[in-house]
């Protein structure tokens, strides 16, 4: 079945591609107060400049200067990706994402009011604006690429500078002119999870700055795996490498099966149960537990043949009036996230009723702590289909 779209840390997420409804969760859309008339606001002015620049017949307007006083090369932004708007962008535009942290801030006032909040890497400062309009005595906003920069203006624009102060720099090396915060409020989730360790920034912030009896929003986030058939993509992808215009390039396919793609599933293509692989508690675990080995167990609904296993995540406040949170499984509205696609060498021939079970062991890698180092330990033992492995797998 095809299905995706080749992704990246920086690619858009292409919102055709959503699929079926939330189960677990409610759809952020369907609730109702939320305003979304800011994006209507700024679709306004891009159209005014376009019009500007392709209206004029004058030559020198092709060589209009735009320099605007930022003088980075790509290569800046490529070491700094979250200095570029366009990251925020997209996640500004995941409304699953940015709807249920707006929700579950101002559906939860009670929580904020003459609250101190820390905002762990504010981005544009927009979980700030939500807490301040919800009642937040102040918030910290820290943020160390130079996005901290537009943050400063945005809150001022808006009018939230008495609330609000913005602190450019990391986490683990700023002061914060107050001892304790009530809360710590952070969007940390990189794909798989725990792609690109932010994690521990808002551990570290934790264990720094919260007030004994504080909130951690959000409190608990839970990764899960299940399995799909997926013979037309993984064609596509992996053994394309095979016969390149009569080449053998077999060497690059190695790679690229240690490569978990990012991607969406259609749900379609699921063939077994979901396993919940591990729940985490950000508001007392240690940095240690995000290296874990957990068993897991899938079990076929149909016949069918298995290429791959597909992880994703959900992400929950307990601390809501009413649990609130969201996934982003193959079931759920598409986020940014997508879901993580680790293929298998062989294809598994699977009978309605037959399990494949195993392990998946989980840490960063050791050199370069924002990559992921997977291992998966599987084995099946059907009437059609009998193996037992091991893969590794390393997201980067
Ligand atoms: C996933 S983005 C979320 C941005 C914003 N909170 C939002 O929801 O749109 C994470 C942000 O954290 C910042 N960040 C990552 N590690 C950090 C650290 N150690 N100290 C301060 N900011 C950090 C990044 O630069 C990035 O802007």
């Not at 801030?105 to 979980?127: E, M, P």
């Not at 989980?362 to 084995?379: E, F, H, L, Q, T």
Request: net charge negative; charged share 25%; aromatic share 10%.
């Amino acid at each position: 079945m095809g299905r995706h779209n080749n992704s990246n840390a920086q690619s858009s997420m292409n919102s055709n591609q959503y699929h079926g409804t939330k189960t677990r969760f409610q759809d952020p859309d369907e609730e109702d107060g939320v305003e979304s008339s800011n994006l209507e606001g700024s679709i306004e002015v891009v159209d005014r400049v376009t019009e500007d620049v392709t209206m004029g017949g004058d030559p020198d307007v092709s060589f209009v200067d735009c320099d605007d006083g930022d003088d980075k090369t790509s290569a800046d932004y490529y070491f700094d990706s979250y200095s570029h708007f366009g990251i925020h962008e997209e996640m500004l535009k995941d409304v699953v994402r940015t709807q249920t942290y707006q929700n579950v801030i101002y559906k939860n006032k009670f929580l904020f009011q003459n609250k101190v909040v820390l905002d762990v890497g504010a981005g544009t400062g927009i979980l700030s604006l939500f807490c301040a309009k919800a009642g937040a005595a102040h918030v910290y906003a820290v943020e160390c690429s130079q996005m901290a920069d537009m943050a400063k203006q945005i809150v001022e624009t808006n009018g939230f500078s008495d609330v609000i102060t913005v602190l450019k720099g990391k986490i683990e090396e700023i002061e914060l002119p107050v001892e304790k915060v009530d809360i710590i409020i952070s969007e940390w989730m990189g794909y798989f999870l725990l792609f690109e360790n932010m994690l521990n920034t808002v551990l570290y912030a934790r264990d720094k700055w919260l007030v004994n009896d504080g909130v951690v929003l959000p409190d608990k986030a839970s990764l899960y795996l299940t399995a799909i058939e997926d013979a037309e993509y993984k064609d596509d992808k992996i053994e394309f490498w095979n016969n390149v215009y009569g080449f053998d390039m077999n060497c690059i396919k190695k790679q690229a099966m240690m490569e978990p793609l990012v991607d969406t599933v259609d749900p379609n293509q699921i063939v077994t149960n979901c396993h919940l692989l591990k729940t985490m508690d950000i508001s007392k675990m240690t940095a240690g537990d995000a290296s874990f080995t957990a068993p897991f167990k899938l079990v076929a609904n149909r016949d069918d043949y298995i290429h791959a296993l597909v992880a994703y995540f959900d992400v929950s406040f307990t601390k809501c009036h009413k649990l609130m949170g969201f996934s982003t499984g193959p079931k759920s509205r598409a986020t940014h996230w997508k879901q993580t696609v680790l293929y298998l060498d062989d294809v598994l021939t699977i009978c309605e009723g037959e399990a494949i079970t195993g392990s998946m062991t989980v840490a960063p890698n050791k050199k370069n702590p924002r990559d992921v180092d997977i291992m998966i330990k599987y084995s099946l033992n059907g009437l059609r289909c009998v193996i037992s492995k091991v893969q590794h797998y390393k997201m980067r």
